[in-house]
Nanobody, 116 residues
Framework: QVQLVESVGGLVQAVGSLRLSCTAS????????MGWYRQVPGKQHELVSS???????ISSDSVQGRFTISRDNAKNTVYLQMNSLKPEDTAVYYC??????????WGRGTQVTVSS
């Protein structure tokens, strides 16, 4: 089994910054992609950013130029640096891991609240 432990989010003022981290542990033999999704009440999960084992990244248009995803393969950890935060970034952020065989694991989520 794989466990994903996310860092605590928090409350931040608009235009501020916050960094999230997510560390995978357990029966990890190899990891394909790691990434972040977010969800607000009444809406579907939304991809924020994802990074492959080779370092290729994809991000939603809404965070392009503001959020940066990175990973430390040796530590099985993915980071999300969030800059120029906006109130609409308020959500529960979930870490996601995909193995080469296609198994998907999720973290429990961490709340990020951006005040105006």
């Amino acid at each position: 089994q794989v466990q994903l432990v996310e860092s605590v989010g928090g409350l931040v003022q608009a235009v501020g910054s916050l960094r999230l981290s997510c560390t995978a542990s357990g029966s990890i033999f190899s990891i394909n992609a790691m990434g972040w999704y977010r969800q607000v009440p009444g809406k579907q999960h939304e991809l924020v950013s994802s990074i492959s084992s080779g370092g290729s990244t994809i991000s939603s248009d809404s965070v392009q130029g503001r959020f940066t995803i990175s990973r430390d393969n040796a530590k099985n950890t993915v980071y999300l640096q969030m800059n120029s935060l906006k109130p609409e970034d308020t959500a529960v952020y979930y870490c996601r891991l995909e193995t080469p065989r296609g198994y998907i694991y999720w973290g429990r989520g961490t709340q990020v609240t951006v005040s105006s």
